[in-house]
């Protein structure tokens, strides 16, 4: 499934690095999609990460993740008025990234590590 430029209408240009950047490239989107990944579902999990993402913030990087298929929500089983989020198949296929950049920053930068068994324990 591709992203429809319908939904990501900000485009810069047509190169696909600077398109995927206009999507993912921001401050807090690949923390939210860590977030994700890492097992967070509920909008105040995300609120307890501890880079402190402001609300306002969190509420517009899920929608664009939300409105673009990235991200899926369902009806929360815990919360009647509440929704729970999940990366979808195409929110999945950016996992890749993720490490990626788990992994360069675990190689270059002291003191950093990628919370999935990776700690300073497993050091």
Request: charge should be neutral.
């Amino acid at each position: 499934m591709k992203i429809s430029s319908e939904v990501t209408p900000e485009r810069r240009s047509p190169c696909p690095v600077a398109c995927t950047l206009d999507l993912i490239g921001d401050k807090w989107t690949l923390l939210v999609i860590r977030d994700l990944y890492l097992g967070k579902k509920m909008f105040r999990e995300f609120r307890q990460s501890p880079e402190g993402i402001a609300s306002n913030i969190l509420t517009d990087r899920l929608r664009k993740l939300t409105s673009t298929g990235v991200v899926e929500t369902t009806p929360s089983k815990h919360k009647s008025d509440a929704v729970e989020y999940s990366l979808s198949e195409v929110g999945q296929s950016l996992l890749p990234i993720l490490k990626a950049v788990a992994d360069w920053g675990d190689a270059h930068l002291e003191g950093v590590y990628f919370g999935l068994g990776r700690g300073p324990a497993d050091s």
